[in-house]
């Protein structure tokens, strides 16, 4: 095992207890991964690619599900008859349950002390979610048809169980990108964080791909299609098998180190002197420093004055008032970070959340309201078709770009891929509102995914950059972990409660918006958007040096 300047953060034991890690590596390779810090915090070692590949496979699956459901959706909310008045209930219910709820599951996360680790229990849970959220609203129609007789009453019930699906696969993959971040944040060194975070893109870019090309397959007229019921059934089966591939793989890519906060002495002395499979703390109980910190403990004092046992029992007496006054209370460089991601939700998604329905009214001139057999209304089909297209090479070109990234950072830094995005994207959205032409829309939406890549990766590389910096002012001060640290947890769940509020603001002002001026007016909003979101981005948000 190698012991670098990084693994420590700039703090370097005595060179002979260096030489006593390598021989205790040397006898056990596997067992000794991670070394732990005076602050407590565990510094893990690098990643082999593979790895963080394996890592990355959950969003891979979790944006070839979201491309499913984008595609999907309508037509199924459509074939079940969902009045137009329940909607904008539909996208509302499920953004608003994961603002409220995501930081209060960020911080049980951090606090979770499950053997199998603190994120990996959430992330297993909300997969299972995503997957039943998917089977209600793409089966619904045909399982209520299966118990139900009665026709008034199969069309409630299938209104009920499809919008019942809708909210918890929204819920569920919205929620399950806070843990996904958070667990690569714990098991991986800052190098690899920043690896990791643009595999996560990378494989983003694919899965939303892939799941565009399934939705555009005619799958009525293949041997599944006449197997299986109905073409939703078929989509079901490819996004159910492939999201179980997915999590499997990314659940087993990286182990864990569990959290270990127990109060009685006896057992935080076997823990602290124990060997375990993924990580071994033996090398830090030769270190003064470590053992003073347990001194009260072995002395039989009382728990206080050992630090671990102290911020267990302050943070299991967090309730959700202190919750939200820590988030309200945040510092004020992760609160501009979470305005400029909010500003960058908000142009993307009322962009892509009306994109297809604007390439059918206006690039194409078509009608969703026509008669079906119309003219008027087979052009806006043809339309939405194409802007399927457009989502496809939105998604490859964010794969490509979270790639090219890597080459850029040591260029332009962080500062100037975030910056790059937010411009690059506005005025990209601001031409095709005002040149809404076939060739030149599909040739723009490339920007698109250079605003997706960005959204996916700089905002939590900040958030990777203010912990390392916060790790290692502790560091230099001699300060233990104590009872105010900031979990990554909850700073990863406050950036992505982001997503769920521009979800809610747009739910709420866009669509009226858009029954007034029509569909062109979330182009040139997006644009406006973005652009905003720029300046903070240049301007407010704080870059670690």
């Given at each position: ?359 059918g009214q206006v690039v194409y001139q078509g009608s969703p309201y026509a008669p079906h057999n119309s003219t008027l209304y087979l052009t806006y ?165």
């Amino acid at each position: 095992m190698t012991l670098s300047k990084e693994s420590f953060n700039g703090a370097f034991p005595p060179p002979s207890e260096v030489s006593k890690a390598d021989m205790d590596s040397s006898r056990e390779e596997e067992a000794v991964p991670q070394s732990v810090t005076r602050t407590g915090a565990v510094v893990p070692k690098q990643r082999a690619m593979g790895r963080l590949v394996m890592h990355s496979m959950a969003m891979f699956g979790r944006e070839f599900c979201y491309a499913v459901e984008a595609a999907f959706v309508t037509p199924v909310l459509l074939s079940v008859g969902l009045p137009k008045n329940l909607y904008s209930l539909v996208w509302l219910i499920s953004p608003i349950l994961g603002f409220m709820l995501q930081p209060v599951v960020g911080s049980a996360s951090d606090h979770c002390t499950c053997s199998w680790g603190r994120r990996r229990p959430y992330i297993l849970g909300l997969g299972l979610i995503m997957l039943l959220g998917m089977a209600l609203y793409l089966n619904g129609d045909v399982m209520i048809s299966a118990f139900i007789d009665e026709r008034s009453k199969q069309r409630t019930w299938a209104i009920v169980i499809t919008m019942l699906g809708v909210v918890l696969f929204d819920f569920a993959a919205d929620f399950i990108d806070g843990p996904i971040k958070a667990y690569l944040f714990d098991v991986c060194s800052h190098q690899d964080k920043e690896k990791g975070l643009h595999y996560h893109a990378l494989l983003t870019g694919l899965g939303g791909a892939l799941g565009y090309l399934t939705g555009a397959v005619d799958w009525g007229h293949t041997v599944l299609g006449f197997s299986l019921a109905s073409e939703f059934q078929v989509i079901f089966f490819f996004a159910a098998l492939v999201l179980l591939i997915c999590l499997t793989v990314h659940l087993y890519s990286i182990p864990e180190v569990p959290l270990r906060y127990e109060n009685e002495e006896t057992k935080l002395l076997l823990e602290v002197t124990g060997s375990y499979k993924y990580s071994s703390i033996e090398e830090e109980l030769k270190k003064s420093d470590f053992k003073s910190t347990c001194t009260g403990i072995m002395a039989g004092t009382e728990s206080e004055k050992c630090a671990v046992p102290s911020r267990t029992e302050d943070q299991r007496r967090m309730t959700l008032k202190s919750l939200l006054k820590t988030l309200l209370n945040m510092p004020s460089h992760y609160r501009h970070l979470c305005v400029s991601h909010l500003f960058g939700w908000m142009a993307f998604l009322s962009n892509m959340l009306f994109f297809t329905d604007f390439m059918g009214q206006v690039v194409y001139q078509g009608s969703p309201y026509a008669p079906h057999n119309s003219t008027l209304y087979l052009t806006y089909k043809a339309g939405v078709e194409m802007g399927c297209w457009g989502l496809c090479i939105n998604a490859i070109a964010s794969s490509v770009y979270s790639y090219l990234q890597k080459i850029l950072l040591p260029y332009i830094g962080l500062k100037g891929l975030y910056f790059i995005g937010y411009l690059l994207f506005g005025l990209g959205t601001g031409l095709i509102g005002l040149f809404p032409h076939v060739h030149s829309t599909l040739a723009l939406c490339s920007l698109f995914g250079v605003m997706s890549s960005t959204l996916y990766t700089v905002p939590f590389q900040l958030i990777a950059e203010y912990h390392r910096e916060e790790e290692s002012l502790k560091l230099q001060a001699g300060v233990e972990a104590g009872d105010h640290e900031r979990g990554k947890g909850i700073d990863c769940a406050a950036l992505t409660c982001m997503v769920q509020l521009a979800q809610i603001i747009l739910g709420v002002g866009l669509g009226f918006l858009v029954s007034i001026a029509g569909s062109a007016v979330t182009v040139i909003s997006a644009s406006t958007v973005s652009l905003i979101g720029c300046c903070f981005v240049a301007f407010r948000v704080r870059y670690v040096q």
